[in-house]
């Protein structure tokens, strides 16, 4: 039978909430920037994820970014996305059907979404993607939080603060090369925890399985009775507690007031499972990390190492390099 797509915002407060099925889009236009928050359910975009070159696909004639996975009505049940986010002052949404997305491209968006009078927008949407092709259903929907010309207080706050977490996060190893839409998700599963001065957050020898991200203040990591490193804002520590159930190597606690983001490893897989990309990208950047760590202790124990790969025999030789 036949089957229709979904595009569903909802505000509540100062947190967005996203329902979504088919191929309808929800763009957000923030700090001269646009993010796409929805994901197509087209056979194509799925061919894509799963890393078939694109040539190919239009090569075999199969343009497929109109024939949809998933759809509502089409069956008894449909597995619904749903992103959870944060909502700032002067953010606008673009709810907007196929017909726009598909002859408009990111860069004219933004133009068009950063003017200042949201009433004249949706028209000049429409006629941009008349005079483009036309042919299809062309649907456009706006959503801005509204601000004074000088945002208040509180306003000010809430956005150094967002802008603080999303910040903190981009510039971690573990996080590199993720989409917004993938921070996003990310920060939906992660907790903000507030460490008075001599807090205790990992006891060396103990158990626990979170991985910490400081906002503010600076932590201590000691061993014994050695003092190893002091962690500042933008440092994150515990990140062996998501491979394996290990007693951990070191204390770490608040050297003052701290501000800390705390993903458990639950959650975190969990997520993975429902966003493989995710995952793959995270275990890539650890797995890098923890080789470039391996290196370092190698030369540090050996000096430098040759190290030789047999393509043919595929077999590697490790050699350390006399000094001279």
């Excluded at 407060?13 to 979504?20: E, F, I, N, S, W």
């Excluded at 049940?77 to 002859?103: A, E, I, Q, R, Y």
């Excluded at 999303?166 to 993938?182: A, G, S």
């Excluded at 991200?213 to 003092?227: A, F, N, V, W």
Aim: contains cysteine; negative net charge; hydrophobic residues 40%.
């Amino acid at each position: 039978g036949m089957g229709t797509t979904l595009t569903m915002l909802t505000i509540l407060g100062k947190r967005g909430v996203l329902a979504h099925v088919g191929d309808s889009r929800l763009y957000l236009h923030r700090d001269q920037k646009i993010y796409k928050l929805s994901i197509d359910h087209t056979l194509l975009a799925e061919m894509l994820a799963q890393g078939v070159p694109k040539e190919d696909l239009i090569e075999g004639g199969l343009s497929m970014s109109n024939v949809l996975t998933r759809a509502v009505g089409k069956d008894a049940s449909v597995k619904v996305d749903v992103l959870l986010f944060d909502v700032l002052p002067d953010d606008t949404f673009l709810l907007c059907s196929d017909g726009l997305s598909s002859v408009s491209n990111p860069v004219e968006l933004e133009t068009m979404l950063s003017q200042s009078h949201l009433d004249t927008i949706p028209e000049q949407l429409i006629s941009l993607a008349k005079k483009r092709d036309g042919s299809d259903n062309i649907t456009t929907l706006l959503v801005r939080w509204e601000t004074e010309s000088s945002p208040t207080n509180e306003e000010q706050m809430w956005t150094t603060e967002i802008h603080l977490r999303f910040d903190t996060l981009q510039k971690i190893y573990l996080f590199r090369h993720v989409t917004f839409r993938e921070l996003s998700k990310l920060m939906s599963v992660m907790q903000v925890v507030h460490c008075d001065k001599r807090d205790y957050v990992i006891t060396e020898g103990a158990k626990s399985n979170q991985l910490y991200i400081l906002l503010e203040g600076s932590m201590l990591i000691t061993r014994g009775d050695r003092e190893i490193d002091v962690l500042k804002p933008g440092d994150h520590v515990g990140e062996m507690a998501l491979l394996n159930d290990q007693p951990r190597s070191a204390t770490v606690r608040a050297a003052e007031a701290t501000r800390l983001l705390m993903v458990e490893r639950d959650a975190l897989f969990t997520l993975m499972r429902e966003e493989p990309a995710i995952g793959v990208k995270l275990l890539w950047n650890l797995s890098r990390g923890l080789s470039s760590r391996l290196n370092t202790v190698n030369q540090q124990a050996f000096g430098p190492l040759q190290v030789d790969f047999n393509e043919t025999e595929d077999t590697l030789r490790i050699t350390p390099i006399p000094p001279g």
